[in-house]
């Protein structure tokens, strides 16, 4: 989309986004007429007519089973609820964090959850992302701890890190942030595919039942905790939790900022009893420079003048700080319309 369409072009573009969701629940007809019909509505879509109606936004989360998903349709469940702001607010589950940022950059999702490391990245042009920063990222927050997540089930013979070397592991779809992190591993090991006996690439949400039915020995996830996709694989097949530790990870946290030392709490799933080291990063919720600063605004005063509402929604959210998830672990520069409230409330200068 080009620039110089503004918040304008994006609020046009994002209506008939849910728009087409209205309608290809209603009426069944080709994709070809479809595309017809977005066409002549955005011709005839006037400038008068986009400020009238309401404003409608898209939110990209994760797989149903992971926190992201609920991250988005909290926020929502709050947006949604205000009187004034005539707002609608929508998060279907997306592939993860790399998705949601170019989501975000071709203007299919106004805003996304995303890894702090996927964000800095993408913001800087570094990794994944490599000679394509995407300067108009903007942060919003951040909200819970991702620690990386290595579940092995209890038959495969794997203990620690190395011992995925020759093993069926899930390495997690493209345009998720636990494939760009395992990517990250990869490198420090010096890793390719071929270390292990298949690299599948199955989405997060289908994992758990890879894991069961024995099609692959291990699955990584970059997730909060307590969430259903772990629950969901420790319920259902006998399988642990596997630390990461060693001089790879140790170098990984020395030379990115946005890697952590990190611990999954011991007793949160059946048979994983102690807790587990690894290492992790943020989740955080980013948009675009040029979302509309109103829009941005409210979006945060929803979720912020209800926080307490917000932080029962998951577990995940229970340790949230509303100050430290403005103030830390955000690479990109927050967006204004985040930034106003936030100085509103003198968490900011
Ligand atoms: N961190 C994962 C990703 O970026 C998503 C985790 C979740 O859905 O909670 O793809």
Request: proline share 4%.
């Amino acid at each position: 989309m080009p620039s110089a369409a503004g918040s304008r072009g994006r609020h046009v573009r994002t209506c008939l986004h849910y728009i087409r969701g209205v309608f290809m629940k209603r009426h069944a007809f080709s994709a070809a007429a479809f595309s017809g019909t977005i066409l002549s509505a955005a011709m005839f879509a006037s400038p008068a007519m986009a400020q009238d109606q309401e404003q409608f936004i898209t939110i990209g989360t994760g797989g149903q089973t992971g926190v992201y998903y609920v991250v988005g349709q909290s926020i929502c469940r709050l947006v949604n609820r205000l009187e004034d702001a005539n707002i609608k607010c929508n998060a279907p589950s997306t592939g993860g964090s790399v998705a949601n940022i170019n989501g975000i950059k071709s203007g299919q999702l106004d805003m996304g959850v995303a890894q702090s490391d996927v964000q800095y990245q993408a913001y800087n042009g570094t990794g994944n992302f490599e000679g394509d920063a995407f300067e108009e990222l903007r942060a919003v927050f951040r909200v819970h701890g991702e620690p990386l997540t290595l579940l092995a089930r209890a038959d495969s013979g794997i203990e620690e890190l190395d011992d995925l070397e020759g093993k069926r592991v899930n390495i997690g779809n493209p345009g998720s942030g636990q494939r760009n992190t395992m990517e990250v591993v990869m490198d420090a090991k010096g890793w390719t595919e071929d270390t292990f006996a298949l690299a599948s690439q199955l989405d997060a949400a289908e994992q758990a039942a890879a894991l069961a039915d024995n099609n692959v020995d291990a699955m990584v996830y970059v997730v909060g905790h307590p969430n259903g996709s772990i629950q969901e694989a420790t319920t259902t097949v006998d399988a642990r939790l596997i630390p990461l530790n060693g001089p790879a990870i140790d170098e990984i946290v020395e030379e990115y900022p946005y890697y952590s030392k990190s611990v999954i709490a011991g007793g949160l799933y059946k048979g994983n009893p102690d807790p587990v080291e690894t290492f992790g990063v943020a989740a955080t919720f980013v948009t675009t420079a040029e979302a509309d600063d109103e829009v941005v605004y409210q979006t945060v005063k929803a979720i912020f003048d209800n926080f307490d509402r917000f932080k029962r929604l998951h577990p995940a959210f229970e340790g949230l700080d509303a100050e430290e998830m403005v103030t830390s672990g955000l690479s990109a520069p927050l967006h204004e319309g985040a930034a106003r409230y936030y100085r509103e409330q003198g968490w900011i200068e």
